[in-house]
């Protein structure tokens, strides 16, 4: 199975860092597909946390880790988590695509200034500058990281994009901020000079592995429902998230993938604007928001939050075509009870099960949900972690045998806790 990927098939934020960590063991190579540092994946080993927005979660097994051409690279992170790794006795085997564009700040200023336009319509982005990236990248006016190593290259192509730059920000959006090319020149060229080492063809490194029957995990970014295609437009993200991303942010073809493992946390978070359906506005929604810790980890927002809602899961499971799904965060919903997971919608006077295209029409959608039986809360999950799915409460299997009789794929891997031991796997076939 040399060619795996790991996505998210909710809002993002499913811990797909801790499972992309927690398969790693087995691979060799972990390679981020989309997105950047509004990314942030959380792995926590022994106690400590390793918070990372740009370096894949595999870092920490010592595996080959890379940054493909689909991802947009903000030098200033990249650079505070490779030193912060090294402080800790890591050396992390880095390779970075030299097509992966890079984020600038005035990429980062121009997001604030959008969202500001956008009233209603704005994301509520992380304001990392993803947009603005991505959209200089399609409009062919991007800054890639073969072009920090090659100064008049770069020199020529920034004198353009900072001219621009300079025009949207003073007469579009009115800003008194004077951008300096030389500053921004020197700084790009410093940067450069400190990854050149790491700089590659990634595509060609990863179907060399594959050749050789090595394992790769495409580790996803964000999730489904907020892909620039797929989710829930404009209330998303810039990039391609789905499973689909793998291949064009890595350079691989789609026959490269013989596994997609879909990630849904046990509930649904999700931080930023637009509908939820399941949303819970009420205290078992700031006790699930306490209890699983739901505050941004790349901005420290408080998490939307609310009952499980699986007709996105479905739909992803239909998007990315999903092998094997992990649940996570199933420790978090002890000792709510009822439990609620919605099954389908009601629209306009219909019954659906798929996401609307149109945002008014999944604004009116109704869920539809099924009531189960909850579990006490004081369960020993680390034991139940040691002894295996056999040792969870019979509730719990309940909720995990509801979810896979509704979307009829496989759960193969539960996780019960933020610490890589707390992570149950299956070893079973859907019956
Ligand atoms: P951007 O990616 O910063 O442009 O933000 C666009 C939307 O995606 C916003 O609603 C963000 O809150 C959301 N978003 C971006 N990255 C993540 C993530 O890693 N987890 C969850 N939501 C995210």
């Known amino acids: 199975m040399p060619g795996i990927v790991i996505v998210g098939t909710q809002w993002g934020d499913e811990a797909k860092g801790k499972i992309t960590d927690f ?16 990314a942030g994946h959380t792995v926590v080993v022994n106690g400590k946390t390793y918070k990372f927005h740009l370096i894949p979660s595999g870092v920490l097994h010592g595996k080959e880790v890379y940054i493909g051409n689909g991802v947009v690279v903000d030098p200033e992170i990249l650079a505070d988590e490779l030193e912060g790794l090294k402080r800790e006795g890591f050396h992390p085997k880095l390779h ?30 992380t304001k990392r ?92 970014a964000q999730g489904t429902l907020l892909d620039i295609d797929h989710g829930l437009y404009p209330y998303g993200t810039s990039s391609n998230t789905i499973a689909g991303g793998a291949c064009t942010g890595v350079g691989v073809g789609p026959k490269r993938i013989d596994k997609v493992i879909g990630v849904m946390k046990a509930y649904i978070s999700r931080v930023g604007t637009g509908p939820v359906p399941t949303e819970l506005k009420n205290s078992i929604g700031e006790k699930i928001r306490e209890v699983g810790k739901e505050y941004g980890t790349t901005t420290g ?38 439990l609620k997971i919605c099954i389908k919608y009601e629209c306009e006077g219909r019954m659906i099960d798929t996401i609307p295209a149109n945002i008014r029409t999944y604004e009116k959608c109704e869920p539809i949900y099924e009531e189960i039986e909850g579990w006490q809360t004081n369960v020993n999950w680390k034991k139940i972690a040691e002894e295996g799915y056999d040792a969870l409460p019979e509730q719990a299997k309940e909720y995990l045998q509801r979810i896979e009789e509704h979307v009829k794929v496989p759960i193969t891997i539960v996780s019960v806790g933020p610490e890589r031991m707390e992570t149950i796997t299956l070893n079973r076939e859907l019956s």
């Open 23 to 38: 398969l790693a063991k087995d691979a060799d190579h972990i390679v981020r597909y989309n997105g950047g540092a509004n």
């Open 96 to 125: 970075i695509s030299d097509r992966a564009h890079v984020v600038f700040d005035f990429h980062k200023l121009e997001d604030g200034l959008q969202e500001r336009l956008k009233g209603n319509l704005r994301a509520g982005t």
């Open 129 to 220: 500058g993803i947009g603005p990236t991505y959209s200089d990248k399609t409009a062919r006016f991007g800054i890639r990281i073969a072009d920090l190593l090659d100064e008049e290259v770069l020199k020529s192509k920034l004198d353009i994009l900072i001219d621009l730059k300079q025009k949207i920000i003073s007469q579009v959006y009115e800003e008194d901020v004077k951008l300096s090319k030389e500053g921004i020149l020197r700084k790009a060229l410093q940067f450069g000079q400190y990854i050149s080492d790491y700089v590659c063809d990634v595509s060609a490194k990863i179907n060399e592995a594959l050749d050789r029957d090595e394992t790769v995990i495409f580790e996803g």
């Open 301 to 338: 927002r408080p998490r939307r939050v609310g009952w499980l809602d699986l007709v996105p899961v479905k739909y992803s499971i239909r998007v990315n075509s999903i092998d094997e799904l992990v649940v996570t965060k199933l420790d978090v919903l002890s000792g709510i009870n009822p």
